[in-house]
């Protein structure tokens, strides 16, 4: 399981989500397709910039909960701590760790 944040070419909005396939969720991002495409279409919403593996469905929900509590400011930091310049994080590049 992966917790997740994308953003849009401004990174003016961020969206958490959670999923078992991160290049699968991404795919669904990009292209609109079911309900993954209604807040992130709208926003354009669909740039990798964090992720973080959990250990189970349970810990996963409860650590994107936790991430949507935050402040915008916090998110910013754990992104930056992740990933200092918001790069797109390409997860074929990121394979083995997926």
């Known amino acids: 399981m992966y917790v997740y944040i994308l953003t849009n070419p401004a990174h ?13 969720r ?4 990009s292209n609109g397709l079911g ?15 964090y992720f973080e593996p959990c250990p189970d469905p349970t810990q996963a929900i409860a650590r994107e909960k936790q991430l949507k509590g935050w ?9 930056a701590a992740f990933n200092p310049t918001w790069a797109t994080i390409d997860p074929a590049t990121w ?4």
Do not use: C
Not at 41 to 47: E, F, K, P, S
């Open 95 to 98: 394979s083995d760790d997926l």
């Open 71 to 79: 402040t915008r400011a916090k998110k910013e930091a754990l992104i």
């Open 12 to 24: 003016t909005v961020l969206y958490i989500g959670i999923t078992n396939d991160l290049p699968r």
């Open 35 to 49: 309900d993954a495409g209604k807040f992130t279409g709208r926003y354009q919403t669909n740039l990798l910039i």
């Open 26 to 29: 991404l795919h669904e991002h």
